[in-house]
Nanobody, 125 residues
Framework: EVEHAESGGGLVQAEGSLTLSCEHS????????IAWFRQVPGKECEGLAS????????HYASSVKGRFIVSSDSAKNTVFLQMNSLKPEDTAVYYC??????????????????WGQGTQVTVSS
């Protein structure tokens, strides 16, 4: 069975930091790109960052570039999202997902097959 489990969400003040984790199993993790998304009610799911499990190539959306860092621990089947300099507008439900996106399409939710249940991140002013 395919499993995704995000954790690490919570409350944090503006300018603070928080690290999310995504553990996954049940599929060939090393063959997939793992990405982080977030969603606010009433808005589209927003792609944030991705990492290639084989090549370890990373990609970042402009909204988080320079503030967020994505990394992985292949031995533990875990991908991390370190979030720094958080802003109230970063408040959302954060998801991790696995897929096989084409080059240049790392932030399209349609390219990802496996999704976790999400973890809430709330940034206060």
């Amino acid at each position: 069975e395919v499993e995704h489990a995000e954790s690490g969400g919570g409350l944090v003040q503006a300018e603070g930091s928080l690290t999310l984790s995504c553990e996954h199993s049940g599929f060939p993790w090393d063959e997939y790109v793992i990405a982080w998304f977030r969603q606010v009610p009433g808005k589209e799911c927003e792609g944030l960052a991705s990492i290639g499990s084989v090549a370890d190539a990373t990609h970042y959306a402009s909204s988080v570039k320079g503030r967020f860092i994505v990394s992985s621990d292949s031995a533990k089947n875990t991908v991390f999202l370190q979030m720094n300099s958080l802003k109230p507008e970063d408040t959302a439900v954060y998801y991790c997902a696995a897929g096989l996106p084409a080059t240049g399409n790392y932030y399209l939710s349609q390219m990802y097959n496996y999704w976790g249940q999400g973890t809430q991140v709330t940034v206060s002013s």
